[in-house]
């Protein structure tokens, strides 16, 4: 006797043969929706018959975009599957014809809304940066096409735009200074005086004065007068020291500073720098150090700019430090690292009293 698998009941007549088991046909049917396969493709689990669509509802993968049941063909990406035609850019909407996808929290998008939600942008035109790009010292990412489109600021470096600077202004000896540096420029003598006074009064704090009655005139001018100074030779440095001494029968008679000439239109920080790396020349010749080698000599008074740098403490102070620190220039530069490394632990004036006496580093 044939028994039916849907109704254990007797089976009289036609019957359907599927899955190892004898059906009536009107028995043979989806294990959800209870409808009769009626000739079409069914599909089996754990012995059971399932329509086409109850199957892949109850026991199919889903797309990861549109939480559907996946039929066919799929793609696996991102730990999920994806209708083929769903895995695309999660903000357009556009597929990833050519394979080339980014991810972010387990999305993917296309290269160009990727960049506009999650790059980096350039500092100076605000477009995602894409690929290698350039950071400058104040930690201002910016397109390297810029670099050379741009001027840099004779000051801070940065390269002068709107965004980045403000603009900037174009002096007449050529310098070309950004208007964030513009803020503080030193360009007259009456805010010149009160900067000195403050590095004097900082080195002070240090041990490093000179003699109250001594008289240091101070004056700004512009690049081209401080290359006339220094005997027409074009300077790395924004300042120059006007010594002099008096003598009388052949003999030493009196040292005297003659002027200190600063450029004009620096920002304070930076002009205070140089004030303090001029000080340095003045500090020397008053105090009798023996004639050394020009890169020690430069070096010693970096030290002083850099030990003044570091009293103040601030982005500017930073920067300008950072600067001394990495100067190529083998004078400047490399008697600077030459000097500090000479420094050790002792103070700055029980290194000066050493090479006074030792007449060298």
Known sequence: MLVCHGCNKEIVGQYIEALGHQWHQEHFVCAVCHKEFAGQKFMERDGKPYCEHDYYEKFGERCFGCGQPIKGEYIEALDHKWHKDHFACTVCGKAFTDGRFLEHDGKPYCDRDYYELFGKRCSICREPLRGEY?????????????????????????????????????????????????????????????????????????????????????????????????????????????????????????????????????????????????????????????????????????????????????????????GIESNNDPIYGGGFRQVRDAFGKRTFVALLDDVKKRGRL
């Open 134 to 322: 350039i950071i400058d010292r104040w930690d201002n990412p910016f397109c390297a096409r810029h670099e050379t489109e741009l001027k840099e600021c004779f000051s801070c470096r940065r390269l002068i735009c709107e965004n980045l600077t403000g603009g900037g202004v174009e002096y007449e000896d050529g310098r070309k200074i950004c208007n964030l540096c513009r803020k503080t420029a030193v360009d007259h003598i009456d805010a010149a005086r009160p900067v000195f006074a403050q590095v004097l009064k900082v080195l002070e704090g240090l041990g490093l004065r000179i003699d109250a009655k001594v008289e240091v005139p101070l004056r700004l001018a512009d690049l081209d007068e401080i290359d006339r100074l220094a005997g027409g030779t074009p300077q790395t440095e924004a300042g120059i020291s006007i010594l002099e001494t008096l003598s009388v029968n052949g003999q030493e008679a009196e040292r005297k500073v003659k002027e200190v000439v600063i450029l004009y239109g620096l920002p304070s920080t930076h002009a205070a720098a140089i004030m303090a790396h001029e000080f340095g020349h003045v500090w020397c010749f008053l105090n009798h150090m023996p004639q050394l080698p020009l890169p020690v000599q430069e070096g010693i008074c970096e030290l002083f700019a850099f030990r003044y740098l570091s009293q103040i403490d601030t982005p500017e102070s930073q920067f300008y430090s950072q």
